[in-house]
Every structure is written in C-alpha cells, then in structure tokens.
C-alpha cells in the first residue's frame, strides 16, 4: 500500500537573514519522501536564491519542490496559495525561522498515520522565549480544548484544508478559526508525545497582540454577537491593550521573570534570568 505523503508549505517575504535553519532542517530529515513549497511573497531581498541554493546543497530532491514567488494578501492568502498547490495527502505549515526539532520528524508523523486514522494529527513544540526554552506540553485532555499545539506541529488532510481555506478577515487567529470548524464538526484529532517542531515565539504576532487575539478569540466563538459585546471589548481595551507597552518598556529581567511563572504550560529546558 502506497504511504500518505505530506506537504510541507513554508511561507516566506523578505526572510532571507533567517530562512536557513528552516530549510537545514527540511533538507535533514532521513525520509525525503515528501513535498517542500515555498509560496514566497515576493521577497525584495535573496530569499528565493537562498532557499534553492539551501535545497541543491541538502539534495532535497527537485521533484518534491515547488518553489512559486508573487504578491499575495498576507501570510494568509499564501498559506491557502500552498494548500492548493499541494500535490500530498496532509499539509504541514512551517514557516519560516521555524524547523523540524530532528530528522526523524517525517518519518514519525508518517508511521503514526500508518497506525491511526485521523483528520489531524499533532505532537509537541520546542518553544524558545526571551526567558528560556521550553516544550510545548499541552493535549485534548489537558489544555487548550480548540488548539492544544502550535500549528508548525500539526497536520492536516488537504481535503479539509480546501473545504474550509483559512479566513482571510482573521489578522492572527486564522489557524484557530480553521481548527475550531474542524473541532465542532467532529473531525478526529489525533496526539503523540513526540516534538515535531522548534517555534521562535519572540517576535510572533500572536505573542505581541493581546488585544486583538482577544477580540478575534471572541468572533470564533461569536460571542462578538451577543448583546452588550462591547462591554466585553472595553474590558479588553482596558486590560489587554496596555500589555504590549508594558511587554515593550519593561526590564527584560523582571519580563522573563513574570513569563517562567505564567507559562504553566511549558516543561523548560533552559531559562534565562
């Protein structure tokens, strides 16, 4: 019986200064056996030169490679860019600045299809803050109920990822709307303990946005709908609006204090104080 293929689609503008770690470990893994897109923005700078001369220097083989660099509406818009130009069975976002935690990340996801139907499919993220690094450690049971990874650790049968394209109207909880269509409409999700991806969480949009991933929270939900919503979005004006100043003026010691402690969810394996 032929194996599932995935599609690994990473979406990139301007991202040649860190593009090259992606890319390694793409190029790494034991069994090259899948896809790689780069759906590109088009980058002003050597992105796209850098990504092929990484890929012929790892011998990603050039069959599995579909490399397409254009304007688009955002990382959104590319990621749905990938989707459709998917050829494999699950689609895999990595983007850029992010990796695969080993070489054995394909091969894994691969027997664990072999083994367990499912929609989804998703392990543990290597996460690295300004105050330490840490795994992900949260599942269906314990965590999270919509989203109990990172999606740079999940895949997803392409079928449903073309049925229900992510929301281009979501600036930072795209991912999120998509994973709670597929929650209330009884797709199977499947978990193992295993780490699938290393995640830059520094500069993220949904670590420096609280407010707005706040309110885009409250649309999945619809309860932006419900009468007397905006009291509830003037309580997030009021006391998720101000966390971004205060995470961007406050002592870097006395930050990565706060987040060792808040981050109950996180096993660390280093930390920074």
């Known amino acids: 019986m032929q194996k599932e293929m995935i599609s690994v689609v990473t979406v990139t503008w301007n991202a040649e200064s860190f593009i090259k770690d992606t890319i390694v470990s793409v190029c790494a893994q034991k069994n090259k056996n899948f ?12 992105t796209v030169v850098k990504v092929k001369s990484l890929l012929k220097e790892g011998g990603f083989p050039e069959e599995n490679t579909v490399i397409v660099s254009e304007r688009d509406k955002g990382m959104v818009d590319a990621m749905n860019k990938g989707v459709k130009r ?8 990595l983007n850029g600045g ?25 392990g543990r993220t290597m996460m690295i803050f300004y105050e330490g690094k840490g795994i992900y450690n949260e599942n269906e049971e314990q ?17 449903l990822l073309l049925k229900h394209p992510f929301d281009l109207s979501y ?14 409409n009884n797709y199977k999700f499947h978990y193992e303990p295993y780490i699938v991806s290393t995640y830059d969480a520094r500069e993220g949009g949904s670590e420096n946005n609280p407010y707005l991933i706040a309110v885009e929270g409250d649309r999945i939900l619809g309860l932006d709908k419900k009468p007397g919503y905006w009291m509830r979005r003037l309580r997030w004006k009021l006391t998720k609006a101000p966390i971004q100043f205060i995470k961007n003026h406050a002592p870097r010691k006395l930050l990565n204090w706060y987040f060792l402690k808040k981050r109950k969810n996180i096993i660390w394996v280093e930390k920074y104080i």
């Open 35 to 46: 896809e790689f897109l780069l759906i590109d923005g088009g980058s002003k700078d050597n």
């Open 86 to 93: 998917s050829k494999g069975d699950y689609v895999l976002f």
């Open 98 to 122: 992010d990796s695969f935690y080993d070489e054995n990340v394909i091969d894994e996801l691969e027997d664990t299809i072999s083994k367990v139907d499912a929609d989804v499919y998703y």
């Open 143 to 159: 965590g999270d109920p919509i989203m109990p990874f990172i999606h740079q650790s999940v895949i997803v049968k392409t079928e």
């Open 171 to 184: 600036k930072i909880l795209g991912d999120r709307e998509l994973f709670y269509w597929l929650r209330i």
